[in-house]
C-alpha cells in the first residue's frame, strides 16, 4: 500500500463513517473496512478503478469532482479523505472547502512540487521534473495545480482551517528523519488532517 495511506489509518477512528474522494482502486477503504470497522463510501470518475471497487467489494458511486459535491449534506461523514488528487482538481480550493462542510475532518494528501528532486531537475535540466510519483510529461499531466507544503498551509491560515495534525512522508525510509525536520524540501508526500470548528 502507498505510504501516505499507511499515515492516514491513524488519523480515523474506529466505527467512522468515511467519504474517499478520488477512491481510486477502493484500497484504502477496503483496508479501513477490516482494520478499523469503518464503514463509508468512495466516488471515482474512471471506470476501470470502478470496476476494481465493485470486484473487493467497495461501495462506490461513479462522480466528477469537478462538478462539485452540493448534492451531500452538511457534516453526513465522520471523515472526509482525498489522497493525491487535490493538485488535479479545477478548484482545489472549493473542493476543500466542501469536504470540510460535509465531514466532520478531512484529510488530504498530496505531492509536495517544492522536494529537492524537483528543485535539482528544474535547475539543472531546466525541465519540469518526470519521477514515479508523478511519471507525467508537462503537457499531458493531470496535475494542473502545483501546490507545496508552505503553499498549503497559507491557504490553511487565509481560510481559518484548523491542522489537527501534519506528517510528510518518503518512499525511503533514510528521507523520513530529513522529511519531518524540513517538511518542504525534504517531504516527498504531505498528509493533513484537518477541521474546522464552527
Same mark, same amino acid.
Given at each position: 500500500?502507498? @505510504?501516505?495511506?499507511?499515515?492516514?489509518?491513524?488519523?480515523?477512528?474506529?466505527?467512522?463513517?468515511?467519504?474517499?474522494?478520488?477512491?481510486?482502486?477502493?484500497?484504502?477503504?477496503?483496508?479501513?473496512?477490516?482494520?478499523?470497522?469503518?464503514?463509508?463510501?468512495?466516488?471515482?470518475?474512471?471506470?476501470?478503478?470502478?470496476?476494481?471497487?465493485?470486484?473487493?467489494?467497495?461501495?462506490?458511486?461513479?462522480?466528477?469532482?469537478?462538478?462539485?459535491?452540493?448534492?451531500?449534506?452538511?457534516?453526513?461523514?465522520?471523515?472526509?479523505?482525498?489522497?493525491?488528487?487535490?493538485?488535479?482538481?479545477?478548484?482545489?480550493?472549493?473542493?476543500? /472547502?466542501?469536504?470540510?462542510?460535509?465531514?466532520?475532518?478531512? @484529510?488530504?494528501?498530496?505531492?509536495?512540487?517544492?522536494?529537492?528532486?524537483?528543485?535539482?531537475?528544474?535547475?539543472?535540466?531546466?525541465?519540469?521534473?518526470?519521477?514515479?510519483?508523478?511519471?507525467? /510529461?508537462?503537457?499531458?499531466?493531470?496535475?494542473?495545480?502545483?501546490?507545496?507544503?508552505?503553499?498549503? /498551509?497559507?491557504?490553511?491560515? /487565509?481560510?481559518?482551517?484548523?491542522?489537527?495534525?501534519?506528517?510528510?512522508?518518503?518512499?525511503?525510509?533514510?528521507?523520513?528523519?530529513?522529511?519531518?525536520?524540513?517538511?518542504?524540501?525534504?517531504?516527498?508526500?504531505?498528509?493533513?488532517?484537518?477541521?474546522?470548528?464552527?
Amino acid at each position: 500500500m502507498r @505510504i501516505d495511506l499507511n499515515s492516514i489509518q491513524s488519523y480515523i477512528a474506529t466505527n467512522s463513517h468515511v467519504l474517499d474522494l478520488a477512491c481510486g482502486d477502493g484500497k484504502l477503504l477496503l483496508a479501513l473496512k477490516n482494520n478499523k470497522n469503518v464503514t463509508g463510501v468512495g466516488l471515482e470518475n474512471d471506470p476501470q478503478h470502478i470496476t476494481t471497487c465493485i470486484k473487493n467489494g467497495v461501495n462506490v458511486v461513479e462522480h466528477d469532482l469537478n462538478k462539485g459535491l452540493q448534492h451531500i449534506d452538511r457534516h453526513s461523514y465522520d471523515v472526509v479523505v482525498m489522497t493525491q488528487a487535490l493538485q488535479a482538481m479545477q478548484k482545489p480550493d472549493v473542493i476543500l /472547502e466542501d469536504m470540510l462542510r460535509i465531514g466532520k475532518e478531512c @484529510i488530504i494528501t498530496f505531492p509536495n512540487f517544492a522536494h529537492w528532486k524537483a528543485r535539482w531537475h528544474l535547475l539543472v535540466h531546466g525541465r519540469m521534473p518526470v519521477s514515479d510519483l508523478l511519471p507525467y /510529461e508537462w503537457y499531458d499531466t493531470p496535475n494542473i495545480h502545483f501546490c507545496t507544503i508552505k503553499d498549503f /498551509e497559507i491557504l490553511c491560515k /487565509e481560510r481559518h482551517i484548523t491542522v489537527l495534525n501534519k506528517t510528510v512522508v518518503s518512499e525511503k525510509d533514510s528521507s523520513q528523519t530529513l522529511a519531518q525536520l524540513h517538511p518542504n524540501l525534504f517531504g516527498e508526500t504531505a498528509v493533513y488532517h484537518l477541521t474546522r470548528h464552527h
